[in-house]
């Protein structure tokens, strides 16, 4: 039986949870599963609520992850759950932590899973917070079985993990590629660039060969994680549950920083967001490569209000390397988070649907839009996507991508979006160079951080 009840309901580009059962009947009592058993001790790494099995379980998700709740129901009409729509806290506006502290003043009304689409909330929902023990459940520790969590792509529980113990599981995951348009580069002669260097080149080309066309864009908020994370930027390395390191004057910043100063010049890589009308009327058709995530393919290229691209002509290549290095990194854009309440009355209930909507076939291969989190549901997400013959060329580059996200950008309570978009983006519009901003950026991010309670190096 579901309820539905709404509450400020909201669009994001990802998401994903994870969960396991407990195994053996003589395991239930120590694991806290059983209805009517408690577990102060804490045995899973959180104090636990005295659990009910029959109690019905109430789930939070944004506008996109209605689809996830229903395919569990569809799936399990037997588990009670009450589906509560919310915005996600998209666009970093913080109603999940913010809706959480109500509810430890309270003592009352936590919901028992929750989906958000930022990945930087296990680092408030690890901690305690008033004195009340933290909203997050130790997933690593008997909750999820460990060969589950073991399945998800390398390095995609990341933003989930603290000190060791994970927090959440990913939705799906928003590797970076460099986007193309295969037919268009045909016709004009140009090659595939692999590395930085050669795209920047092949954009001061396309400058003067065919002024109009673009190779990428800066305009969104989320622009130095397309390229200053893939350049190894160290402006946001998290480097404790309360510690960052934020250095920005470096040849990793500065060489990216240049590139998009150069591109910017000189038309190629425009100060516009992709979810404006003005970047569907002025670019559609001329977007000759777009460095960008995963989720870029159906929301930017194969959309028909956006660029809507016809089939046969978008191509994907891997992320790019800076000359001299052997291993290309990338940045990750998004990507959703499920959380299951340490509060929860049912974790049996509340780890299955986790479990459901972050592997299995029903949901995220069948029904959801990104990549997913998971490496086998991935795997057969890439074939569908595949056979339904619209990509130019094999999508085997956004599986390379998936495993090389920098492990030097972290994922700390503030927003690294919202800081650029309010310190970059306004300045770099008003004609200043993103290379001289630089020093800018550096102390708005340490001053956001140590508002935050974080120690800044």
């Known amino acids: 039986m579901v309820g539905i009840h709404t509450v400020a309901p909201s669009r994001r580009r990802s998401a994903l949870i994870v969960a396991g059962v407990c195994a053996a009947t003589a395991l239930l009592a120590l694991a806290g599963c059983g209805s009517g058993t408690s577990s102060a001790s804490g045995s899973r790494g959180f104090p636990e609520a005295k659990q009910d099995t029959s109690s019905t379980i109430t789930v939070w998700v944004d ?3 209605q689809a996830a709740a229903k395919a569990f129901q569809k799936a399990n009409p037997d588990t009670k759950i009450q589906v509560v729509s919310y915005d996600g806290s998209a666009n970093g506006s913080n109603s999940f932590r913010t809706k959480m502290q109500l509810f430890d003043r309270a003592g009352s009304g936590w919901p028992d899973v929750v989906f958000s ?4 909330d296990a680092a408030w929902a690890s901690q305690k917070s008033g004195g009340k023990q933290a909203f997050a459940a130790v997933l690593n520790k008997g909750l999820v079985p460990g060969d589950t969590l073991a399945k998800f792509t390398e390095g995609s ?9 994970v927090y959440c599981v990913r939705n799906d995951l928003a590797q970076a590629v460099l986007w193309y348009n295969k037919k268009l580069m045909d016709q004009f002669g140009y090659a595939v660039p692999t590395t930085w260097e050669e795209y920047q080149a092949l954009g001061e080309k396309v400058a003067k060969q065919h002024p ?6 800066a305009g969104d908020a989320w622009t130095p994680e397309v390229f200053l994370w893939a350049s190894k930027c160290q402006a946001n390395d998290v480097t404790g549950p309360k510690a960052v390191t934020v250095n920005t004057d470096t040849t990793e910043c500065k060489r990216a920083a240049s590139m998009l100063d150069t591109l910017r010049g000189n038309g190629t890589v425009p100060v516009v967001s992709v979810f404006t009308p003005e970047f569907v009327k002025k670019y559609s058709g001329k977007v000759l490569m777009m460095p960008g995530p995963a989720w870029y393919a159906g929301a930017i290229f194969n959309n028909p209000q956006s660029l809507n691209v016809p089939a046969g002509q978008l191509g994907i290549a ?4 800076w000359k001299g290095e052997d291993k290309p990194v990338t940045g990750n854009v998004g990507g959703g988070t499920w ?5 929860s ?14 592997t299995a076939d029903d949901y995220q291969v069948n029904v959801a839009p990104g990549y997913p989190a998971y490496a086998p549901a991935a795997e057969k997400w890439v074939a569908k996507q595949e056979s339904s013959k619209y990509f130019a060329t094999s999508m085997q580059p956004v599986v390379t991508a998936a495993s090389q996200v920098w492990d030097g950008w972290g994922y700390g309570i503030f927003s690294q979006e919202a800081i650029w978009a309010k310190t970059i983006t306004t300045a770099v519009t008003g004609g200043k160079s993103i290379v001289e901003l630089l020093p800018t950026w550096q102390q708005a991010i340490a001053n956001q951080a140590k508002v935050n309670g974080y120690s800044v190096n």
């Open 339 to 343: 959380f299951i309440s340490s509060h």
């Open 63 to 65: 506008a996109d992850r």
């Open 117 to 120: 689409s930022q990945n930087n």
């Open 318 to 321: 891997a992320p790019l390397p």
């Open 345 to 358: 009355k049912n974790l049996a209930a509340a780890e299955k649907f986790v479990q459901f909507v972050t």
């Open 157 to 165: 529980l990341n933003p989930c993990t603290v000190d060791g113990q």
């Open 212 to 217: 109009g066309y673009i190779i990428g864009t």
